[in-house]
């Protein structure tokens, strides 16, 4: 609406000064209104040039590749002002001779040069109409393919964030079947813990974004969960260092790098350690996991990779250039590292990562 409003009075306030020019030449000459309205024909016909191109000639045959029709159209268009411009100023210095103390007959070569002129200004305003047209249109156009974009970028991140639900439940489930065969007690705290992490899905799941002290409870529920049926062989820690944690995050962001590391980073005959820290402050959040690193094994055929894709597709769609992603073997290939930092928007005012 604003640019709307914007646009119409930048075009009244164009033409209120072209058809309040002759003013300035005829101030102090003593000339009637119907003389001023008379000198406003040529400001007149350079409206009509004008939107003839704007709302009709452009759209409809320049923009459609009729570039012929265009020309053909504006020539006539412009030959027959010219001349109708011609006569008319001639018939306005009929009916009010001009005074001859500053004005002088024309002869032949000043008719030509004034036919030339308004040839010429007329041609502008042909012109400046088109290309006014053409940048609106491919204004609009680049909007709508960035609406376009966007839509899609939400349905894809949309169906991301539906997927990453039973891909979650699935491996949490199996962990907790694992516990029933052996240990009825724990497996009843893991489905206690797993009820605190599926309110979080369903309640705060659904938006764009979650403040991240409920990101980090729901992190700190899974870890919990996981630590039920590990041994006690295995060194798991979790740091949590947020200056600030009504900062917003997307949901479920690290889940997946946190599921990989307890899916893989421990071994029933190795020792083993995972390590999760979060920090964050004013500028970027960053999640850093290491665990130890067991590789599979050729007959190994659990999981295919898809909560890796998920994360990397969910960090480019969301977070674009603001993210950094680091991971893979440390040198003495014992150490499996993931990495994780968000920096802040450059157009964000609310904290929002």
């Known amino acids: 609406m604003i640019k709307k409003r914007l646009k119409v009075f930048l075009h009244v306030a164009f033409w209120a000064f072209m058809f309040l020019s002759p003013m300035q030449y005829m101030r102090g000459t003593g000339a009637s209104m119907l ?30 590749g009729k570039h012929r029709y265009f020309l053909m159209i504006n020539l006539a268009m412009i030959i027959t002002f010219t001349v109708i411009l011609h006569f008319w100023m001639d018939f306005t ?38 290309c006014l047209k053409l940048a609106q249109q491919w204004m609009w156009a680049d909007e709508a393919i960035k609406n376009a974009e966007n839509a899609k970028a939400h349905a894809e991140l949309s169906n991301l964030r539906n997927q990453i639900n039973p891909h979650f439940l699935l491996n949490t489930l199996n962990n907790i079947y694992a516990l029933t065969a052996f240990d009825a007690p724990k497996a009843q705290e893991a489905i206690q813990e797993l009820s605190k992490m599926l309110r979080h899905i369903l309640y705060d799941y659904q938006q764009p974004t979650v403040p991240l002290k409920d990101e980090m409870e729901f992190l700190q529920n899974y870890i919990n969960l996981m630590r039920i049926r590990l041994p006690q062989s295995v060194e798991v820690t979790s740091r949590f260092d947020v200056a600030n944690s009504n900062l917003e995050i997307a949901p479920m962001l690290f889940i997946s790098l946190i599921e990989n590391a307890f899916k893989h980073g421990v071994s029933p005959i190795e020792p083993s350690f995972i390590h999760i820290t979060l920090e964050a402050d ?35 769609l969301s977070y674009y250039d603001n993210y950094s992603w680091q991971r893979g073997v440390s040198d003495d290939g014992k150490t499996y590292y993931s990495k994780i930092v968000l920096t802040k928007t450059k157009n964000d005012n609310n904290h929002d990562y």
């Open 282 to 316: 004013e500028h970027q959040i960053v999640c850093d996991i290491r665990n130890s690193n067991h590789p599979k094994t050729a007959g190994d055929h659990s999981g295919h990779g898809i909560g890796l894709q998920q994360v990397q597709r969910r960090l480019e």
């Open 35 to 64: 003389h001023y309205l008379m000198n406003c024909m040529p400001s007149l016909l350079m409206m009509v040039v004008f939107y003839a191109n704007y709302k009709w000639l452009t759209p409809r045959y320049f923009v459609a």
């Open 93 to 130: 210095n009929e009916v009010f001779p001009p005074n001859p103390a500053f004005y002088r007959i024309p002869d032949g070569l000043d008719a030509f040069l004034y036919v030339v002129r308004d040839i010429i200004n007329f041609m502008i305003f042909a012109t400046a109409a088109t």
